[in-house]
């Protein structure tokens, strides 16, 4: 089955710190959707990206379909980025369920 | 915003006893979801529903689970007898088409048996 990778695992920042989060992907995808998980387990959308970039405030993600990745940056990070982000994929032309990443987990420090 | 809602948020229940968990999708939505997240585990996927039947289904989903849409708003997924090892967040989702669409993700409900 697909490999959905997450790197890296685990990234603390300082406040007002940039970061990049990279997912890669071992087959052609349909869908491919980041998430921040916060401290209280809500999923929250970020975007929905199978190709292209899409800018959302600080944060802005970009995915290379041919390539099989997607990057999530954000910029002038803020105590409240902090949880898990993950990446999920719906496979091509595989039914339509999300396989996830397994998570980074990002800390911003005051 | 329209929202994906769940109730309850946490459930705290004795092993072997049935559970429901219930989900209202956005209301225009016709693709529904299931997954489960262990703590400190990553997301995965239980069942999905469209045209008030299962179009998939994972290996976990097994005959201990089913999901029903009793009416024209409310999923809910009942697991029959649990057992330790059902602990998790359950989280619904919905979609307005298959595939080539955000899956929007409700706030899960935690459930806890003893």
């Known amino acids: 089955g697909i490999q959905v990778e997450q790197s890296p695992p685990d990234l603390i920042l300082q406040e007002g710190a940039n970061s990049t989060l990279r997912c890669n992907f071992s087959?052609?995808?349909?869908?491919l959707q980041w998430f921040h998980q916060n401290p209280w387990g809500q999923l929250i959308n970020l975007f929905y990206?199978?190709?292209g970039t899409k800018q959302n405030g600080r944060l802005s993600a970009t995915t290379v379909a041919t390539e099989r990745y997607s990057l999530l940056y954000i910029s002038s990070s803020q105590t409240t980025d902090s949880g898990v982000y993950f990446c999920a994929v719906v496979v091509y032309n595989q039914g339509g369920k999300l396989i996830f990443g397994q998570g980074t987990e990002l800390s911003v420090k005051p | 915003e329209p929202e994906v809602t769940q109730t309850p948020s946490h459930q705290v229940t004795q092993m072997g006893q049935e559970v429901i968990l219930r989900c209202v999708p956005i209301s225009n939505h016709l693709y529904f979801y299931w997954y489960r997240q262990i703590l400190g585990q990553k997301v995965e996927f239980l069942v999905s529903?469209?045209?008030?039947?299962?179009?998939?289904k994972s290996e976990i989903f097994d005959d201990q689970f089913s999901v029903e849409r009793p009416d024209g708003s409310n999923f809910t997924l009942k697991i029959r007898s649990t057992k330790l090892e059902d602990s998790a967040m359950y989280f619904c989702a919905s979609s307005d088409r298959f595939r080539t669409d955000t899956q929007y993700f409700g706030p899960g409900t935690r459930l806890t048996v003893l």
């Open positions: 087959d052609s995808v349909n869908n």
């Open positions: 990206i199978p190709s």
């Open positions: 529903f469209y045209n008030n039947e299962i179009s998939e």
